[in-house]
């Protein structure tokens, strides 16, 4: 399983990867899983139950963790904003954005300044810039959309100094919301791009 | 509204509820318990099964009706059970009269066989009770990549990732299934067998990897990258090591899905909203296909490559909708919200797709629908196609 991992990073450059089998042999219990951690990069904390664990279909397990994004539990309550995706990202560190829309608002414009200064005045920062999206309409699009929000803060960041190697981006779309629930408040919290570093 | 076919509670199990039939409640079809002794509600999983099909009304034995199932399922053979079943026409003619070898834990994968059979003799199509789906259930935390029976029973949980799982699609064989998987914080589309487990990552490209699709013969991956700068698409040789990209705008492209002649449908904005576009199996030129409204995306083509599903916004809600590229007959198949994520049955008869927590089935034509009852949610489901 260590392959996977390594082959994982030496991968970056490439378009094509073929990483090594997991499989779920006999037992079904978490040796069968692929291991750690694609991502191990400076700035980027890999966090604990992260894995992937596969299971081939005949010992694969029946039943598992139910979870109700708009019940208002684990995954945030409606309207209000709760950690992103790697754990809680100060609101200073929160781009959001209009439905639909990849375009800076001037409000953000401070927010992305005060960050770009940061990462200027230290080039071993590196940041990642994960894009987000509500959750109406097609979620590959979305992923799509969520990039695009995610590059439109890059490009000001770089303007402003930061060098592009410095700044990674990654689109999760609709698949991390910040809030839970079907309001307007919840969707405008969850149109955002963080800035993680 | 019918409630059928919890066997076992396991946790997040689904079940189905039809919510809408034909006119006049389907062929009535009488169908009596069988008897013999057998660990399994044969009688109770072949009623679910037609009813499920939105085109016949079961009914219990001895009640007037045009088609009668009689069958009984007891120890003997060689494999610990046989099971024999009789399906007789009104007049008393006999239509089926078949007997099956099986051991204890196929008598329910028999039932659904027995079912299709049933379907097949009296409807002419292709059955689907012994075919499986998949989904993506979970969130928050944790997420599930989940084969189920397609009656939502039986559900197995072949991946389990603390980071999002997106995306799956089923081989032309049905053993494989290619998906997002974002372990290790980004996105790469991984191949998975389903009956041994083993994996294999086939692209972690910078930027994007995303919505995979299978070629007719499943040789090659369609999906979607944005090394270059924003997403287009790509196909890949499985055989091969370099993926080649098919598509070359300023825009968002993306979704892409094969029509059996080879070509491609993908979704693209480059005419300032998401619209559907075709191009050839080796790229080139464009050709617009989705007119209406202002947002046509995340196509599923019908398995003969006559029908296109789809996500369509009106009115800022959005609904699962068919294109028949025959007669370019564009309808609209549901009452609408966030529904996505649509999929063809193996038959071309049914769509399953999501509103982001359950999931529900939709005919072509409009006229039958089905809820799958979930404990939990589903999301991003996929028909298997037939065979095995």
New interface residues.
């Given amino acids: 399983m260590q392959h ?1 991992a390594r ?2 990073m030496a ?9 090594c ?5 006999n037992t079904g219990a978490d040796q ?1 899983g ?1 291991q ?4 191990a990069q400076p700035g ?1 904390t890999a ?24 019940g208002g539990s ?3 309550r409606p309207g209000q904003a709760v950690a992103g ?2 754990g809680a990202v100060s609101a200073d560190r929160i781009v959001y954005f209009d439905f639909d829309s990849a375009e800076i608002r001037p409000e953000s414009q401070t927010i992305i300044e005060s960050n770009a200064r940061s990462l200027a005045g230290n080039r071993r920062i590196i940041t ?1 810039l994960e894009g987000h999206t509500d ?7 979305n ?3 969520g ?2 929000r995610a590059n439109a803060v890059r490009q000001i960041m770089i303007a402003l100094g930061v060098s592009p190697q410095q700044v990674r ?8 919301p910040a809030a839970g629930g ?1 309001s307007e408040q919840s969707y405008a919290l969850n149109r955002r791009v963080e800035i993680v570093y | 509204m019918l409630l059928f076919g919890v066997g076992s509670f ?4 689904l079940t189905i509820d039809v919510t809408k039939g034909i006119e006049g409640g389907g062929i009535p079809i009488a169908i009596a318990p069988f008897g013999g002794g057998a660990p399994e509600d044969i009688a109770g999983t072949i009623a679910a099964d037609l009813q499920r099909t939105g085109k016949f009304a079961p009914q219990s034995s001895g009640s007037p009706a045009d088609y009668s199932v009689t069958g009984q399922a007891q120890p003997g053979g060689s494999r610990g059970y046989v099971v024999q079943f009789q399906l007789n026409g009104a007049q008393g003619s006999q239509l089926l009269n078949l007997s099956f070898d099986v051991p204890a834990n196929q008598l329910r994968p028999v039932a659904h066989r027995i079912s299709d059979l049933i379907y097949e003799k009296i409807t002419g199509e292709r059955g689907l009770a012994g075919t499986r789906i998949a989904y993506v ?6 997420w ?1 990549l ?2 189920a029976d397609a009656d939502g029973q ?14 799956p699609a089923w081989s032309p064989d049905g053993a494989r299934l290619a998906y997002v ?8 589309i991984v191949v ?17 990897n ?2 995979p699709s299978w070629s007719p013969d499943g040789r090659r991956l369609a999906f ?4 270059d700068g924003n ?1 287009e698409i790509y196909a ?1 040789d499985l055989a091969a ?3 080649v990209r098919l598509t070359s705008s300023g825009s ?1 492209d ?2 892409p899905v094969w029509l059996p002649d080879g070509s491609i449908v993908f ?1 693209s904005d480059r005419g300032g909203s ?1 619209q559907l576009y075709r191009i050839g199996s080796g790229g080139g030129a464009a050709q617009r296909l989705t007119f209406e409204g202002d ?1 046509n ?2 196509p599923s083509v019908s398995p003969d490559g006559r029908y296109i599903a789809m ?1 369509h ?1 009106r009115g800022g809600r ?1 609904h699962i909708a068919a294109l028949d590229l025959q007669t370019r007959q564009f309808r609209v198949l549901t009452a609408g919200g ?1 529904d ?2 649509p999929s063809f049955a193996p038959n071309g008869k049914m769509i399953i797709y999501s509103n ?2 359950r999931l529900t089935a939709v005919s072509v034509d409009g006229s039958i629908k089905q809820d799958f009852a979930l ?3 589903g ?2 489901p996929v028909w298997a196609p037939y065979g095995r």
């Avoid at chain 2, 396991?10 to 199990?13: F, G, H, K």
């Fill in positions: 996977f082959n994982l991968s970056a450059a490439l378009a094509l990867m073929v990483g089998a997991a499989t779920g042999e069968t692929v750690q951690d694609a991502t980027i966090q604990p139950g992260q894995d992937a664990y596969s299971y081939a279909y005949g010992q694969a397990p029946s039943g598992y963790d139910t979870y109700d994004a708009s684990a995954g945030g995706a790697g990642q959750e109406r309409g097609s979620r590959e699009y992923i799509a959309l990039e695009r981006v990654v689109s999760y779309g609709e698949e991390r079907q | 396991a946790r997040a199990e259930a979970g969130g928050g935390g944790s599930y989940v084969v039986n559900p197995r949980m072949i991946l389990r990732s603390g980071q999002p799982i997106m995306s998987s974002f372990e290790g914080r980004r996105p790469q998975q067998d389903v009956y041994n487990g083993g994996r294999r990552v086939v692209s972690a490209a910078p930027g994007i995303g919505a979607t990258l944005s090394k997403p890949l090591q370099n993926p968002i993306t979704e979704t998401p947002y995306a995340r996500v916004r959005f966030l996505e994520s982001g927590q404990r939990g949610n999301r991003d």
